[in-house]
């Protein structure tokens, strides 16, 4: 058998920049088990495995290296720029389009942006985000992660790291300095059994200079499910910027992270949150560059 198969830099328009994520772009006559040797073979975060359903609506499938997740969001962004650029998709010259994708986290939009009839970026709905409520015992926390109890927090003031999910679930861990995060001296060992513990995917540590900033400083740790640290993470900054505002820490709606640079990966990901009756609609995105195409055979 062979298929086609893409490396895509999700959250860059830069090659060697973002986070690198395989796509299948017709994945229909794969097993599982098929999808999954793939995912290793490639060997990246995430690889995405795509069926056409009609026109405007795909199944999608996301793998790490060692097993199956509900949602990712470069792989994402990835798979549904690629899907443009590369035809499976119509395009239009100005404007955007919207689309759908059935995951395992549930039926999402996704929003592809055009200009002059070229993608611009893409932009993925989130699943409606939830707490699952802070994390009052620190201590394997602070452990995994070697920072003390004292480093925790937003600006001066003491903030609880809590669980959140927009589709996986994450610890949102505030960090006082930007000094503390980029020296983060994580034991992923360590890490893995807190994550597992606690029913979660990773970490998702950040650093926020001021509520009105319009960007904030990210890393991502999910050793759990085979990634010491991911370059750029849309759930996870999903997440975030969904914590951010219902905490008070964010002014407006948007906000964009800065995540990757600990990798030599520079990642920007577009994080917008609207409030809708009672509950809040979320959104990430970004650029997108196709590095590699080709053909796998087995």
């Not at 950040?206 to 370059?231: M, Q, W």
């Not at 969904?242 to 577009?270: C, M, T, W």
């Amino acid at each position: 058998m062979e298929i086609n198969i893409y490396q895509v830099d999700a959250f860059t328009d830069k090659t060697f920049g973002g986070n690198p994520a395989g796509v299948v772009p017709d994945g229909n006559s794969l097993s599982e088990s098929d999808m999954q040797n793939i995912a290793k073979e490639m060997n990246l975060s995430e690889t995405a495995f795509v069926t056409p359903i009609d026109k405007d609506n795909f199944k999608v499938r996301f793998f790490t290296t060692v097993c199956e997740v509900d949602l990712c969001g470069h792989a994402t962004i990835g798979s549904f720029f690629t899907l443009a650029k590369k035809g499976y998709i119509s395009s239009i010259d100005n404007g955007s389009k919207k689309i759908y994708q059935e995951t395992k986290a549930g039926k999402l939009s996704v929003e592809i942006f055009y200009k002059d009839g070229e993608v611009d970026k893409v932009m993925m709905e989130q699943s409606q985000p939830k707490s699952f409520g802070k994390i009052e015992d620190l201590g394997e926390l602070l452990l995994s992660m070697g920072v003390a109890k004292e480093d925790i927090g937003i600006g001066e003031t003491f903030v609880y790291p809590e669980i959140i999910s927009t589709g996986l679930p994450d610890i949102m861990l505030p960090l006082k300095k930007k000094e503390t995060l980029d020296n983060l001296p994580v034991d992923f060992e360590k890490l893995a059994k807190v994550s597992d513990k606690f029913g979660v995917t990773g970490v998702h540590a950040f650093y926020i200079p001021s509520s009105d900033s319009k960007e904030v400083f990210t890393r991502n740790f999910a050793p759990l499910v085979g990634i010491n640290e991911e370059a750029a993470t849309g759930t996870s900054n999903g997440a975030l910027i969904y914590f951010l505002k219902k905490n008070g820490y964010l002014d407006g709606n948007e906000i964009v992270s800065r995540q990757g640079a600990s990798l030599n990966r520079p990642s920007s990901i577009h994080c917008m949150i609207e409030e809708k009756g009672d509950n809040y609609i979320v959104k990430v995105g970004g650029k997108a560059k196709i590095v590699i195409e080709g053909i796998i055979s087995f």
